[in-house]
């Protein structure tokens, strides 16, 4: 089966690639995505696809380490919930509007694999993060973009690690 790749953006006052590590096992659901775009990435994630963690909004925002997809998606409770900030009311369980995944923390990057990095290599300037208007939090990034990136930050990743 073809692995997927993807990064994901979250503001780390809200939830950072540490608060992620800390889970039980390392490891929690993505929820409170309300963009339809992203919400159909999310749909397309597998079991064992692999995730850029990147930190936005922030004073260094970039990529911080990689994530696995361990749980494909299914319903975002929170969209029902009437106390959560996601909470949506055209959204129920019988008919949900919103899905996440259950990610878990696999590898941290030594350095943070900056936004200004990132625009300065020829070969990433077709990578989705870079490309002007794109703000989704969950993005497809390419098998040879992914390599690229692990490059930038001098490490491999491999099943095992």
């Known amino acids: 089966m073809q692995k997927n790749y ?4 979250t ?9 992620l590590k800390a889970k039980p096992e390392a490891t929690d659901h993505w929820e409170g995505v309300r963009n339809y775009q992203a919400r159909n990435y999310m749909r397309e994630m597998k079991k064992g696809d692999l995730a850029l963690f990147y930190h936005s909004n922030c004073e260094l925002p970039g990529i911080v380490g990689i994530a696995e997809i361990v749980r494909t998606s299914y319903p975002d409770h ?9 909470y949506d009311p055209k959204s129920t369980p019988q008919n949900p509007r919103w899905f996440m995944v259950d990610v878990r923390w696999k590898k941290q990057f030594e350095n943070i694999i900056s936004l200004t990095q990132l625009k300065d290599i020829p070969a990433l300037q077709q990578m989705k993060v870079l490309q002007k208007g ?3 939090s969950v993005m497809p990034v390419t098998q040879d973009e992914f390599k690229k990136v692990l490059k930038l930050a001098g490490t491999t990743y491999s099943r095992k690690t």
């Open 134 to 136: 794109q703000r989704l």
């Open 6 to 9: 993807w990064l994901m953006k």
């Open 11 to 19: 503001e780390p006052t809200v939830f950072s690639f540490d608060d």
């Open 78 to 86: 929170t969209s029902w919930d009437k106390s959560s900030r996601y």
